[in-house]
């Protein structure tokens, strides 16, 4: 008998905290394919956020600090530059990035400094109960926005990749989405060419990767991936937006 | 015969597994829960023959609950 698929050994063996269906989960499992394909779980410095995977120093097998609301960018710029010969990377959701940790996400680019963001876009604010973030879509409902978000009053969505792909230090920017299989090996892909990249030692390296939150969406796991589908992809398009030689 | 097995304890009954499955062999179990409360996915054993090992279960997962082998 050969193994097609077992977990992958820089995650741990502990219990993810996440809802059922939310593709958190899927995505930390991407990551740790990933380090063990290179063969790098025990050079890597994971940086963990506020939000729901604030947790993630718990299940990933490399080293893991986490960061103050929104400065995991920053925690891993000093990570960094106290330890070039180290992978780092940062795992941050909509709230965090691109609410209030906006500023070091912005810097982190512009600064090229040679770490890996995976960015979770959910749309929302997950563990705080399901208020409004900057992705959220026009029109979607959330506690904070009852009655759909107003674009009048409450802006437009932030296309985080597009922004990032604009300022020169940033080597690498994609965008893919966990909404199925297929979406899924592409993420991988993504993720490989993002720790890749950081090898290559070329600057930031960027994964946004649509994400579903079915609890605060009111929805099943089932249907909050026909909803992203149907729904996100529209307003985030996929694909690489920066790709340096 | 390929072989799908379950890490039932783990398993939160999301049913992302079930969609996944071409030969639409995963199903969760109505009748069994884990001591989490779920529902549990499992493939029943006359089910197993029809598995072609293509792991699309597995990667679906957010838990990492199932391992499939291929013989
Ligand atoms: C300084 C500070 N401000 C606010 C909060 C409250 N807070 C906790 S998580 C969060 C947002 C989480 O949303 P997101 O980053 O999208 O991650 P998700 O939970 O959806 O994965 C907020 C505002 C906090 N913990 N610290
Ligand atoms: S609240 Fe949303 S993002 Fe957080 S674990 Fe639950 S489904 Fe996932
Ligand atoms: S390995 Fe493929 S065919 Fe077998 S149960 Fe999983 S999804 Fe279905
Ligand atoms: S995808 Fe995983 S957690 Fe969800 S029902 Fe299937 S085995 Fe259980």
Known sequence: MATVFKKPH?????????????THGIVHRL??????????????????????SVFAYDYF???????????????????????????????????????????ETVHVGTRGENITVIFINNAIYGMTGGQMAPTTLPGQVTQTSPYGRNVATQGYPIRVCEMLATLDGVAYAER???????????????????????????????????????????????????????NMESYYPLGCYKDKE | MNKVTFKTDLCKGCGLCEEACPKKIVKLNPDKL??????????????MAKCIACAMCARMCPDCVITVEKN
Request: a negative charge; glycine letters at 10%.
């Open chain 1, 61 to 103: 097998n490399c080293d893991v600090i986490q960061a103050p609301h929104g400065r995991a960018p920053a925690v891993a710029t000093g990570v960094k530059r106290a330890r070039p010969d180290r992978f780092v990377f940062t795992y941050q959701g909509d709230g965090d990035l691109a609410a209030i940790g906006t500023n």
């Open chain 1, 10 to 22: 820089a995650l741990t063996d502990k219990p993810l905290h996440y809802c059922p269906g939310c």
């Open chain 1, 176 to 230: 893919v989405a966990i909404d199925g299989v297929p979406g899924i090996m592409n993420a991988k892909k993504a993720i490989r060419k993002a720790f890749e990249t950081q090898k290559a030692g070329k600057g930031l390296s960027f994964v946004e990767v649509l994400s579903t939150c079915p609890t605060n969406w009111g929805m099943t796991p089932k249907d909050a991936i026909k909803w992203l589908k149907e």
């Open chain 1, 31 to 52: 990551v740790a394919e990933v380090l063990d394909e290179m063969g790098i779980e025990g050079e890597t410095i994971g940086v963990a956020p506020v939000g729901c």
């Open chain 2, 34 to 47: 884990n001591a989490k409360g779920y529902n549990v996915a499992e493939v029943s054993d006359e089910d």
